[in-house]
């Protein structure tokens, strides 16, 4: 994935919420460094956490998120405006680091977004 400013400004400009993924902690070995992060949309993703299905399971339970708020109200539910989940990297998540990432969720609301 190329990474470039630009991609973060578009998808923060999108009119749709955004979710900024974040590495908060690791342990042992993972593919990527604490801090490392990406943002999430409706309509796409810039940066990376790692890839693999690391990254498909936090996209897909932030795009799950965003879909039940759509049906619901304007809250996004199970991801509140911040929260840590842990994410052991072992054959449970079909990754082989062995190691074990603590992912944050911080939803964007408008005025951050700017």
């Known amino acids: 994935m190329t990474l470039s400013h630009g991609a973060h400004i578009d998808l923060l400009a999108s009119s749709g919420p955004v979710m900024l993924v974040s590495v908060a902690a690791i342990r ?3 593919p990527r460094e604490a801090g490392a992060f990406m943002l999430i949309g409706s309509d796409g993703i810039s940066g990376t956490i790692g890839g693999g299905n690391l990254e498909h399971q936090v996209t897909r ?10 049906d619901v109200s304007a ?5 509140s405006r911040a929260e840590i989940v842990r994410f052991p990297l072992g054959p449970g998540l079909g990754q082989c680091c062995g190691g074990s990432v603590e992912v944050g969720f911080h939803l964007l609301g408008p005025s951050q977004k700017t």
Do not use: H, L
């Open 28 to 30: 042992g070995s993972t």
């Open 61 to 70: 339970r932030v795009r799950d998120a965003f879909a039940a708020a759509e």
């Open 75 to 79: 809250n996004i539910p199970d991801i």
